[in-house]
């Protein structure tokens, strides 16, 4: 039964809802079969929760990492990306009594902070985190190449984690240059290369997952050829490097999806399926009280440009129908009915 609740679980997370105008559309849908079909076919948030639950015990840690967007625009980070960290921080600490280390640079982490505290997770010092539950810690990751190298080490070193995931993180082009989907440079002084987590992690055999929704995310390079041929800046961007705004940093599972958020929710939604426990997705309460927590400490709708309660241009209503929609599709395929007409 798994299989066929990931199925709609992955088709809920990837449908495509975005405002007319010059961001790309209608790529959804080509970026996850890309996807899919480069990991056997098989539902994306139900590979990923498979490879959770196998690899991660009661106790470990599990790094989280979300944040992007950059001033003017989106000084204090964008709200696709920090929700789906929160609910994931949550799902791993409430369904395994795993530890969450919440990881983003600076300039980035007061929101996430905060929605990350609305599910329910505190964000406490390493210490108190080993003494109690339904707590993780907030690691700050710095900008600069080098300073993202040594910082991976010492995470690894520190956390020994048994899982890495990123939520839309951006990841770097053949060049080292991050992009916005639009094709414009992002520089290492200003977006931190935790790319350097996913490949030593990866050398380490630690489980890496990236969930993403436009290809210029960490864990888009397992399908990196895809991404050059379905976005309009994939082959060639807008800056001097030209190399466009595919990624070439890959993880172990890439999902796929609408909104990075949703992919990680599908991700907690299969967890609670396999887990047996509906509330290991947030019901719509926690959802709104994440995203309100998150929005009025300093988040920005990327789409929309504006300190509001919304997801890449998707009204918070919406948000709460999702996370309804993905606890039925849980409930429900524990429920047992046999029709007698
Ligand atoms: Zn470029």
């Not at 690899?55 to 920090?82: F, M, N, Q, W, Y």
């Not at 951006?170 to 991050?178: C, E």
């Not at 961007?237 to 999902?255: E, F, M, Q, S, Y």
């Not at 241009?313 to 948000?319: A, I, S």
Request: hydrophobic share 45%.
């Amino acid at each position: 039964m798994a299989h066929v609740i990931g199925e709609y679980i992955d088709r809920l997370c990837s449908v495509e809802m975005r405002p007319q105008g010059n961001l790309p559309r209608g790529v959804t849908h080509l970026l996850y079969d890309a996807a899919r079909a480069a990991q056997g076919d098989r539902p994306l948030t139900l590979l990923a929760a498979s490879a959770l639950l196998e690899r991660v015990r009661k106790g470990d840690h599990v790094l989280i990492l979300t944040g992007t967007g950059a001033p003017p625009g989106l000084p204090k980070g964008e709200t696709d990306g920090p929700l789906g960290a929160a609910a994931l921080a949550r799902t791993l600490d409430l369904g395994i009594g795993a530890k969450p280390v919440i990881v983003t640079e600076e300039r980035l982490a007061e929101p996430i902070k905060a929605a990350v505290e609305a599910a329910g997770v505190s964000l406490l010092d390493r210490e108190a985190v080993r003494r109690r539950s339904h707590a993780g810690v907030l690691e700050v990751f710095p900008v600069g190449i080098d300073e993202g190298k040594n910082a991976a080490t010492r995470l690894l070193d520190t956390y020994r984690p048994s899982a890495v995931i990123f939520v839309e993180k951006a990841g770097p082009n053949q060049h080292g240059i991050f992009h916005s989907i639009l094709g414009y440079a992002r520089g290492p002084d200003i977006m931190g290369s935790a790319y350097w987590l996913a490949d030593v992690a990866r050398s380490r055999s630690i489980l890496t997952v990236g969930v993403g929704d436009g290809g210029n995310e960490i864990g888009f390079g397992k399908i990196r050829d895809a991404v050059r041929e379905i976005q309009p800046f994939g082959r060639v961007c807008r800056c001097p490097c030209k190399g466009g705004v595919a990624t070439v940093t890959d993880c172990d599972i890439l999902v796929a999806c609408a909104v990075s958020n949703w992919g990680a929710y599908g991700i907690s939604a299969c967890l609670a399926f396999l887990l047996k426990n509906v509330e290991l997705i947030q019901d719509e309460e926690t959802e709104r009280r994440m995203l309100e927590s998150c929005v009025n400490a300093g988040c920005t709708d990327s789409v929309v440009g504006a300190q509001v309660p919304a997801v890449d241009g998707v009204p918070l209503g919406v948000q709460l129908a999702l996370v309804r929609m993905l606890g039925a599709i849980v409930s429900t395929g524990h429920r047992v009915i046999e029709r007698e007409f």
